[in-house]
């Protein structure tokens, strides 16, 4: 794998966010790329098995993230939809609520190994925010812009799914600050790292941009059933 890109604007966590990147931490999951952690090269078929390959069920949810914590409110919170869209978007927190609210139990399934079941969300789906957006025809890339200066990076179909959301609770009770909250995505199709927390801007794209770990070694998909966890 490539020395570590230069920071990018994109990397520059906001104001107000507490904590740094920890380079330590972010060399060890280069290094999980560069040997190819957990693989176990099987596949599995999500109609039949529940736990993809190389994962283990746990019962907690375990808290990832670079180290960085926004300071994001429900108060200071906005999000911006762009780039090829008809109809960009400008949401405070008060559109947010204001659109239909949906709710899925979905299961997360961890590059680190791990996977948690029966995770109830509830938020705004992706298909309604794609409808006010309308996409422009050449649109097929989208990449998600977080408070903490991360990015990651989907196919406009892995977000134009039934089952996607923006969420902003969790069981019951507000997205915690420490799994994203106030609003997360959740793509429960792919690896969890797909699944931006903090969210602030929705861009989309005709060209693919990786984002924070593709550039770092992991895979541009990110399916759990066939292990796509790093790059070829």
Not at 49 to 77: A, F, I, K
Not at 177 to 199: I, Q
């Amino acid at each position: 794998m490539a020395d570590r890109p230069p920071i990018t604007p994109d990397e520059t966590p906001d104001p107000g966010s507490e904590g740094a990147v920890r380079p330590k931490l972010v060399a060890a999951k280069e290094q999980w790329a560069r040997d190819g952690r957990a693989l176990t090269g099987h596949a599995a078929d999500p109609a039949h098995d529940r736990l993809p390959p190389g994962q283990r069920l746990v019962e907690d949810w375990p808290v990832l993230d670079l180290g960085v914590t926004p300071g994001v409110t429900e108060q200071s919170w906005g999000l911006t939809v762009d780039g090829l869209v008809e109809t960009p978007l400008r949401w405070r927190w008060a559109d947010l609520l204001a659109q239909p609210q949906q709710r899925f139990v979905s299961d997360i399934h961890c590059v680190t190994t791990w996977s948690r079941y029966d995770n109830a969300w509830e938020g705004v789906g992706a298909r309604h925010l794609l409808a006010l957006a309308r996409p422009k025809p050449e649109a097929r890339f989208v990449v998600f812009h977080s408070s903490d200066g991360y990015t990651t990076n989907v196919a406009l179909a892995d977000f134009d799914a039934d089952d996607v959301l923006l969420a902003t609770r969790w069981e019951g009770r507000p997205l915690s600050r420490e799994h994203g909250g106030p609003v997360r995505v959740v793509l429960p199709k792919l690896y969890f790292w797909k699944s931006a927390k903090w969210v602030k801007r929705i861009e989309l794209l005709a060209e693919d941009r990786p984002g924070y770990w593709e550039v770092r070694g992991y895979h541009n998909h990110a399916d759990p059933w066939t292990e796509e966890r790093y790059s070829d």
